[in-house]
């Protein structure tokens, strides 16, 4: 990728040194904007980023770029005293390409480039932290990452179409006496191994839990993921939308909310005047969480630093004091809905 760039760059300057300085300086740019990128909002930048230039200048302001990382100011420092050198040993003009030169050297550009689309556009992405980096090394897994800005076009559809299916199945909205409030709960932890199989143990596995079959809608949901990507389940859930419509391996909350989204959180809010508000027992810079929260329409948001951590399994914060931080919260809920 970065040999295909300086010689793209050489083919059309027509000179060596400058086709490296200006080449190298464009990726160490890339590196910058990654390590800040990282930096602040704990994962890489990516393509989709790049359409989201004018929100990153308007929040500049709150950030703060000093102290300078390390890393960047070695690799400068590096870049500058390279090009001092270069510039010292190459301060004769040397000719330029010849035209013909010039055609052979896109050609070669041409092909690489080909190769490197059809090599990337078949490579897994990893969205998770730095992991893209880790397995992909940064400037391959950026590359790959270009396959997902656009979403592909459902066959047959229409906006016409939606606004059809929009007017078969909308409700008479009816602002009911009293509102109740709405308890969510996505445990990833919880595990009923009755449904593995009959199998007999000498007391009752989840007595309480048992018991909801009888006084509550009971039934079983189909996950679209498994073991990972918890956020996906989220976006499915509060957005309904489905992931099959995406692109393998994305997670929206990261690649495509990055403005006010329509989601149950928005409807309750501005139908009902509902308080919008999101836990989650881990840390906050887990798939872009903070971001996409907000602009689904949560008003308040908790996370790890939040929960006492009094009551911990292994490493994480347990369920029980998950639920009674929930707990805490309802009960401090005052008159309007939850």
Request: aromatic share 16%; with cysteine.
């Amino acid at each position: 990728i970065v040999a295909t760039v300086i010689l793209l760059l050489f083919s059309l300057i027509g000179r060596v040194i400058p086709s490296i300085v200006i080449g190298a300086g464009l990726f160490m740019l890339l590196s910058t904007v990654n390590v800040y990128v990282y930096s602040f909002r704990g994962r890489l930048f990516e393509p989709l980023d790049i359409f989201s230039a004018s929100t990153a200048m308007n929040v500049m302001g709150n950030y703060s770029l000093l102290p300078i990382p390390t890393g960047i100011l070695w690799g400068w420092g590096i870049f500058l005293a390279t090009l001092g050198v270069l510039y010292f040993y190459h301060r004769k003009r040397k000719p330029g390409l010849t035209a013909k030169k010039r055609i052979i050297l896109l050609v070669l550009c041409a092909i690489s480039s080909v190769s490197i689309f059809f090599y990337a556009v078949n490579l897994k992405t990893y969205h998770w932290d730095k992991e893209g980096a880790l397995f992909n090394g940064y400037y391959l897994d950026f590359v790959a990452k270009f396959k997902e800005i656009t979403v592909p076009e459902p066959e047959n559809y229409s906006p016409e179409l939606i606004a059809q299916l929009a007017d078969q199945y909308a409700q008479p909205e009816t602002q009911p006496e009293k509102l109740p409030h709405l308890i969510v709960i996505m445990d990833e932890a919880f595990s009923d191994l009755t449904v593995a199989g009959d199998f007999a143990t000498n007391q009752e596995v989840m007595p309480f839990v048992s018991s909801l079959k009888e006084n509550t809608v009971s039934g079983y949901a189909l996950s679209s993921v498994y073991g990972g990507n918890t956020a996906n389940s989220e976006y499915e859930f509060l957005t309904g939308n489905s992931l099959a419509w995406l692109s393998p391996n994305v997670v929206p909350y990261q690649q495509y909310i990055r403005s006010s989204t329509y989601s149950m959180v928005s409807y309750l809010k501005s139908t009902y005047g509902y308080r919008c508000v999101s836990m989650h027992p881990y840390l906050s810079s887990g798939w872009n969480r903070p971001y996409a929260y907000a602009y689904l329409g949560f008003d308040q948001q908790y996370y790890a630093e939040h929960f006492p951590q009094k009551n911990i399994v292994r490493e994480f914060i347990s369920d029980q004091e998950s639920f009674e931080f929930l707990i805490k919260t309802y009960e401090a809920q005052k008159d309007e809905p939850l």
